[in-house]
């Protein structure tokens, strides 16, 4: 149980990767500063985060069992709180989705937008209503560089990241008003279960409905990039960590927050161009016409990312 000095952390998707480390970070507090109750849909997996938060568990950390994805399950986790009273909703539960679309089922990009998306808004629309008669509290939302920007072959989740910077955007005005603050995490890539998953899954798919060019963009150009891209620029999820507790206890908490100086110059293009032509033309040069080149120029750019586009972030440090 919280005592009334420290702050109610409640995190989704703590089975494994950022949500994980966050939790355990926030629990081992030197200042014991908070309480988290660290979520998950299915507490069969919880033995990771039990271990990972050693003395903490039972004390600064307890368990509750959530999926985002269902109504009866959000409502039973936050009506089971003291007064249903939060200080810090962490937004962090997600899932990944890449290949082409012609092999991708309505279903399964449903899916992407029911977790990562509405999940969101079920969760935010059950605790901000308690925030806005409170006058305090702050949500945070784990969006990714993807929400900023598209990537080829990752189209929905780009789209349910988009969404989700569009809903927050909108919603954070207002929030204002009652003092309750919306921050937004924007991590690149972060090796986590996320990556192992986006490897298992093109292992294990054939790509019916997609035509051999487009598959082979896919398998032979596009991949081998990205796995490139992870191991150059790649954060540990608990950098992640780090970044979000900082957001956590800034006196004015910044609305966005990158994680990543090395991925921020990428995201720069965008802001550099506003017909978005930029972005679009140095991402197909980068993909179709480098080619093995790529590697090198993104180790190039680790070195030479400047000074100014670092300070834009939020250093894990
Ligand atoms: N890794 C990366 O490169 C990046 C990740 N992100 C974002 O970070 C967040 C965390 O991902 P990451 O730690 O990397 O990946 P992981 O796959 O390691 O963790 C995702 C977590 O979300 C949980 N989850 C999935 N669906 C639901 C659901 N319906 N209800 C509750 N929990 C659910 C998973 O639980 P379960 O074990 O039950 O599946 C798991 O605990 C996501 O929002 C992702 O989009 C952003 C930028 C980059
Ligand atoms: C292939 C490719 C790219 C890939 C970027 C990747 C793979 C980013 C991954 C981000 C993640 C995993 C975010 C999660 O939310 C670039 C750099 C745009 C340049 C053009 C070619």
Known sequence: MA????????ITGCSSGIGLRMAVMLAKDEKKRYHVIATMRDLKRKDKLVEAAGDAYGKTLSLAVLDVCNDESVKQCINGIKNRHID?????AGI????????????????????????????IKEVMPDMKKRRGGHIIVVSSVMGLQGVVFN??????????????????VQLLKFNVILS????????????AKMIQDVKQKEYPGADSDTVHYFKNVYLPSSVDIFEAFGQTPDDVAKCTKKVIEASRPRFRNLTNPLYTPIVALKYADETGGLSVHAFYHMLFNMGPLMHVSMVAMKY?????????TISPN
């Open 3 to 10: 005592s009334p000095e420290q702050k109610v952390v409640l």
């Open 88 to 92: 810090v909703l962490v937004n962090n």
């Open 96 to 123: 990944g989705l890449v290949g082409p679309i012609e092999s991708i089922p309505i279903e399964e990009m449903k899916k992407v937008f029911e977790t990562n998306f509405f999940g969101v808004i079920r969760m």
């Open 155 to 172: 189209d929905v989740y780009a789209a349910s990241k988009f969404a989700m910077e569009g809903f927050c955007e909108s919603l954070a």
């Open 184 to 195: 937004l995490i924007e991590p690149g890539p972060v090796h986590t279960e996320f990556e």
């Open 304 to 312: 030479l990312t400047c000074g100014c586009l670092r300070r834009r």
